[in-house]
């Protein structure tokens, strides 16, 4: 079955420590996207890209970084520049096109500090 | 500036009491309306897309409508297993292809 892949689902972090967020997608889909999602709160962009080697800083993008060097993976590296990094991530994709097309998610990683 | 707003943050409904939830949408120029289901600890679920007002989409006891302004989710005798977070999202001409406005959901509990 076509889907998206987020691996791991828990992941804890050291003080000063960098981690890195899999999210692989066998959709075919053009775009890719990371969220966070906090409670009570929206879900907050982070970094999108609708190409590869090539993506753009979303809402709120300090303290992490990302990678498209293939269509189908999208990782996320949350630094230790990222003081408050305890949230539930989420990647998602779509296909491109002239109208808004649905994206699709994986089922988070939950993040949290050790 | 461009936002979405779901009301209400949360709704108890008793198993077969139908409600509506609502999704208020500013955006430049609308280039889709998307409902979503969340259950917890899970990625959020794709229900419907809606493109242009007047236009209806059903899945089960789900109903999904849409005006210049808002979008309905409406729940007809709602079970248990309806419960979930619902999440709003519009697409917008004015930003990034493809990129979503989301809003903060509205929390359901279908009690037996």
């Known amino acids: 079955d076509g889907g998206i892949t987020q691996s791991p689902k828990y992941l804890f972090r050291k003080e000063g420590q960098n981690v890195t967020l899999s999210c692989e997608q066998n959709?075919?889909?053009?775009?890719m996207y990371w969220y966070r999602q906090d409670p009570g709160q929206g879900l907050r962009l982070i970094y999108y890209?609708?190409?590869?080697?090539?993506?753009q800083k979303g809402d709120i993008a300090e303290g992490y970084s990302v990678s498209r060097e293939k269509k189908e993976s999208f990782p996320l590296t949350v630094t230790s520049a990222q003081k408050n990094p305890t949230a539930f991530y989420l990647c998602?994709?779509?296909?491109?096109?002239?109208?808004?097309?649905?994206?699709?998610f994986g089922d988070g990683t939950r993040l949290s500090i050790l | 500036e461009d936002q979405v707003t779901q009301s209400p943050e949360a709704l108890r409904l008793q198993e077969g009491e139908s409600s509506s939830l609502n999704c208020s949408y500013t955006?430049?120029?609308?280039?889709?309306l998307f409902w979503y289901r969340q259950d917890p600890g899970k990625g959020p679920e794709f229900l419907f897309t809606?493109?242009?007002a007047g236009e209806e989409k059903e899945k089960e006891r789900l109903k999904a409508t849409l005006t210049k302004k808002e979008s309905f989710l409406h729940i007809t005798a709602p079970k248990p297993e309806d419960s979930a977070t619902y999440l709003c999202?519009?697409?917008?001409?004015?930003?990034?292809?493809?990129?979503?406005?989301f809003g903060k959901g509205t929390k359901l509990s279908v009690k037996p």
């Open positions: 998602a994709s779509t296909q491109g096109g002239r109208y808004s097309q649905p994206q699709h």
């Open positions: 959709l075919n889909h053009d775009a």
């Open positions: 890209s609708q190409i590869v080697n090539d993506f």
């Open positions: 955006v430049s120029g609308l280039r889709g």
């Open positions: 809606l493109y242009s």
């Open positions: 999202a519009a697409g917008d001409y004015g930003g990034s292809q493809g990129n979503l406005i």
